[in-house]
């Protein structure tokens, strides 16, 4: 199968497409024929170190769209022909390949209205945000939710599932994307590039600071947000930790979620696992229904994934990168 690989640690650039052998199944996995596979920050994150487990050369890909071509002996649920999608494992071959491998209990059927396109869209991202906003954080209508980077993928996905859920959303982005957000769902957007985030949100609240914070950036913003926070708030950090020095213990009782979606699969816990097919479930019902964009704003071809990468890792591609696997 044609498959695009990394030989070695890297770069996006070092990517190089090959014929690779095609693996059949494993009792309970699944074969896929890739359709389309969507970009994310990580690919080209776990690239530069690479992964104990990985062995060379390596295909990278986790949100991966397209039909069941084979079923290993144990699955009894998928048969070949399905329309299925999933997030995949980043300690196995991912889906920068004509074919990708899967344990079955991870995948989900996509409707006849969703396309492969916008199906791959939705896992890395979507699920991050709805875990986030359904599963750790009790988020309820009424509330304040504040979403950093909200033109990208995590971001754009958390504006619209906090409205969605009735909650007050506001967002950080360059003024160039203040349309964008807004037509997502952001009742107030803030330019992190020219205004003071805190000063903003002081004077969004009246004083009080959000219930909700989602941050995709880095350690020091989440430092920062936990000045922006009211009392009894709920802090999701999906790329890194506050100071916990910068606050002091037992003042505002807040809560600190760690975002990490691909734990479900590393820790070996089947009923994460599965959670994982039944958010695919939850999310892909709101787009074929029209209550939730993929945010699809770019499909390239699979030889072009490694030059759409390094323009993912300078952080400034507004929604979501989707590539089409040519049979």
């Given at each position: 199968?044609?498959a695009?690989?990394?030989?070695?640690?890297?770069?996006?650039?070092?990517?190089?497409?090959?014929e690779?052998?095609?693996i059949?199944?494993?009792p309970?996995?699944?074969?896929?024929?890739?359709?389309?596979?969507?970009?994310?920050?990580?690919?080209?994150?776990?690239?530069?170190?690479?992964?104990?487990?990985?062995?060379?050369?390596?295909?990278?890909?986790?949100?991966?769209?397209?039909?069941?071509?084979?079923?290993?002996?144990?699955?009894?649920?998928?048969?070949?022909?399905d329309?299925?999608?999933?997030?995949?494992?980043?300690s196995?071959?991912?889906?920068?390949?004509?074919?990708?491998?899967?344990?079955?209990?991870?995948?989900?059927?996509?409707?006849?209205?969703?396309?492969?396109?916008?199906?791959?869209?939705?896992?890395?991202?979507?699920?991050?945000?709805?875990?986030?906003?359904?599963?750790?954080?009790?988020a309820?209508a009424g509330?304040?939710?504040?979403?950093?980077?909200g033109?990208?993928?995590?971001?754009?996905?958390?504006?619209q599932?906090?409205?969605?859920?009735?909650l007050?959303v506001?967002?950080t982005?360059s003024?160039?994307?203040?349309d964008?957000?807004?037509?997502?769902?952001?009742?107030?957007?803030?330019?992190?590039?020219?205004?003071?985030?805190?000063?903003?949100?002081n004077a969004?609240?009246?004083?009080?600071?959000?219930?909700?914070?989602i941050?995709?950036?880095?350690?020091?913003?989440?430092?920062?947000?936990?000045?922006?926070?009211?009392?009894?708030?709920h802090?999701?950090?999906?790329?890194?930790?506050?100071?916990?020095?910068?606050?002091a213990?037992?003042?505002?009782?807040?809560?600190?979620?760690?975002?990490?979606?691909?734990?479900?699969?590393?820790?070996?816990?089947?009923k994460?696992q599965?959670?994982?097919?039944?958010?695919g479930?939850?999310?892909?019902?709101l787009?074929?229904?029209?209550?939730?964009?993929?945010?699809?704003?770019?499909?390239?071809?699979?030889?072009?994934?490694?030059?759409?990468?390094?323009r993912?890792?300078?952080?400034?591609?507004?929604?979501?990168?989707?590539?089409n696997?040519?049979?």
């Amino acid at each position: 199968m044609k498959a695009l690989v990394l030989e070695k640690p890297g770069t996006p650039d070092t990517l190089k497409m090959v014929e690779h052998p095609l693996i059949s199944p494993e009792p309970h996995e699944v074969r896929v024929k890739v359709m389309a596979v969507g970009l994310n920050p990580v690919d080209y994150k776990t690239a530069q170190w690479g992964w104990p487990s990985w062995q060379w050369p390596h295909i990278l890909g986790l949100d991966v769209a397209g039909i069941v071509d084979a079923v290993g002996d144990l699955i009894t649920f998928w048969k070949p022909g399905d329309r299925v999608f999933y997030h995949g494992d980043l300690s196995k071959p991912g889906g920068y390949a004509e074919f990708a491998n899967a344990p079955g209990l991870i995948l989900t059927k996509i409707p006849k209205k969703v396309t492969f396109e916008q199906a791959a869209a939705i896992p890395c991202a979507g699920f991050t945000a709805w875990q986030i906003l359904s599963r750790k954080v009790p988020a309820r209508a009424g509330q304040t939710l504040l979403v950093h980077a909200g033109a990208g993928g995590v971001g754009g996905f958390g504006i619209q599932l906090g409205n969605y859920l009735g909650l007050s959303v506001f967002t950080t982005c360059s003024k160039n994307n203040f349309d964008f957000v807004k037509q997502l769902g952001a009742q107030h957007a803030i330019d992190y590039q020219k205004e003071d985030i805190t000063h903003c949100i002081n004077a969004l609240t009246h004083g009080r600071g959000v219930d909700i914070v989602i941050n995709t950036l880095d350690e020091d913003s989440t430092t920062s947000d936990l000045q922006r926070l009211a009392f009894g708030g709920h802090l999701a950090c999906v790329a890194g930790l506050p100071d916990f020095n910068k606050i002091a213990p037992f003042t505002k009782a807040l809560s600190i979620h760690e975002s990490a979606l691909g734990g479900a699969h590393l820790s070996g816990d089947k009923k994460s696992q599965v959670d994982l097919a039944t958010m695919g479930e939850e999310l892909i019902t709101l787009v074929a229904e029209e209550k939730l964009s993929p945010m699809l704003t770019e499909t390239i071809d699979l030889a072009q994934v490694p030059a759409a990468l390094a323009r993912l890792s300078q952080r400034h591609v507004r929604g979501k990168i989707v590539a089409n696997v040519e049979p």
